[in-house]
């Protein structure tokens, strides 16, 4: 994965074998993934059960999905013991021009604890491909040359028919899991489905106004607090210019986005009020490799999309160069630690606070900014805290502030001192001490 770099292949917009597919417009908007899978392709199966019901009822009044109706109860119990523990869906947003996955949102549902994590995966994150999928790969296009490359060129350099399978199969091994369902979506899908439910009230971040000259497209936005419909949803989560840290602030903002988006989506108000809004989208715009039998299973926890609390993160690692090709280098461990808790249920879960007052603190200066760990020392031990060593970190680096903790519940007071940091329970201590805090490449004086 992204341990030995090598050079990626050069993005070539005229050399090469071109995409023959006719593309349309699609964007970076992975959000809709989980309305596509648990709603658009399964909407149409509920609204027959529906339409029957009422239809041998003879009753307009008799709403289908709420009172004590038996049928509905007995379509929900019929399904619900089918589902899997973990179900993996991915979305794929394409860049403008349809050649590469510039969006890349992976869903995992654990029917066992009734959670809905969505992982964002960052584009440049550098993988390896297999020998064998690189030399189909290269029976199309006389490059890459080499088989490491960022993630978001698989679907570019993959065979014509396989470019769904080659990105969910490389996202799958990055995140360590299988990929049951995939999704390639227009982004004329993601306009039309926030217009036909009024809009998405969504406090954008910054001030967001900048014109692609390559593309012909105006981003026009003011900070703060307002309903956005389609066209400024689109603009919202394109831009990336105005973000300190670039294209992980514009994930940042996706997440916030889609969060407000499938809640919206996913309410039975939309569905029964607007389901041709939801139908036409299924049918025009996704490209996917479930169908109705597949999606069907999951009506019964679609209110726990609309109404549960969506947890969220991002692939950790960090800007770096690898050969000479600039990208981005993914911490497997941090990675590895954060799945694992997906897995098991315990990602985004609270504990109760224990103190670190009297608890030895090592800080490992994990940046680039030299003095770091120090200046941090002073700070936290100002506030009452015990710093012991200090020293430069010289494992991978991330750009999230990690601390190290025996348990869960230790730690928690300490992250109002960084700009942004994860607590790491239970997991060896890359240093002594009773707490070890291993300072982030984003972390600043």
């Known amino acids: 994965m992204a341990h030995n770099g090598r050079n990626d292949a050069p993005r070539q917009r005229g050399g090469g074998r071109r995409n023959k597919r006719k593309k349309k417009n699609k964007g970076c908007f992975a959000y809709i993934l989980s309305v596509l899978f648990s709603v658009l392709v399964l909407y149409s199966a509920i609204l027959g059960c529906y339409i029957g019901y009422t239809y041998l009822n003879e009753n307009e009044d008799d709403n289908f999905f709420e009172g004590d109706n038996h049928v509905a109860k007995a379509f929900t119990e019929a399904i619900k013991p089918v589902l899997p523990e973990e179900t993996n869906f991915v979305v794929f947003g394409t860049d403008e021009d349809g050649t590469r996955t510039d969006t890349i949102m992976v869903f995992n549902y654990n029917s066992k604890y009734e ?28 490059e890459p040359g080499h088989n490491g490359m960022k993630i978001n060129t698989v679907y570019h350099y993959a065979p014509q028919d396989r470019k769904e399978e080659f990105s969910a199969k490389y996202v799958g091994e990055l995140l360590g899991i299988d990929i049951d369902y995939y999704a390639v979506l227009d982004f ?33 936005l003011d900070a703060g607090l307002q309903t956005l419909n389609g066209e400024q949803a689109e603009q919202l989560v394109r831009f990336r210019k105005g973000y300190a840290n670039q294209d992980l602030g514009r994930v940042a903002t996706q997440q916030g986005f889609v969060k407000a988006l499938i809640k919206q989506l996913a309410s039975k108000e939309n569905i029964l009020h607007n389901p041709t809004a939801y139908i036409n989208a299924a049918i025009k715009y996704v490209n996917t490799n479930a169908g109705i039998a597949d999606v069907v299973k999951y009506f019964s926890v679609l209110d726990s999309f609309g109404n549960s609390e969506i947890y969220s993160f991002t692939v950790p690692g960090t800007s770096a160069v690898i050969d000479g090709s600039a990208c981005y280098q ?116």
Request: aromatic fraction near 12%; charged fraction near 25%.
């Open 115 to 142: 959670k809905l994590t969505l992982v964002s995966v960052p584009r440049d994150s550098y993988i390896y491909v297999s020998d064998e999928d690189f030399e189909a790969m290269r029976s199309e296009y006389p």
């Open 188 to 220: 004329d899908a993601f306009k039309y489905l926030v217009d036909s439910v009024g809009g998405i009230e969504y406090d954008v971040p910054v001030d967001m106004h900048y014109y692609d000259p390559e593309f012909d497209f105006l981003i026009d």
């Open 330 to 445: 993914v911490d497997e461990d941090t990675l590895g630690y954060l799945m694992k808790n997906v897995h098991n249920g315990s990602f985004g879960k609270t504990y109760e606070s224990i103190s670190s007052a009297g608890k030895n603190i090592t800080i490992l200066n994990g940046g680039y900014t030299s003095g770091l760990a120090g200046i941090f020392r002073s700070r936290l031990t100002e506030a009452g805290f015990t710093v012991g060593d200090i020293a430069d970190f010289d494992g991978l680096k991330s750009d999230v502030t990690k601390i190290y903790v025996s348990r869960n519940g230790e730690g928690q007071d300490l992250q109002e001192y960084f700009s942004d940091s994860l607590i790491i329970a239970g997991e060896e201590m890359p240093a002594g001490g009773d707490i070890v805090i291993v300072l982030g490449v984003g972390e600043s004086a």
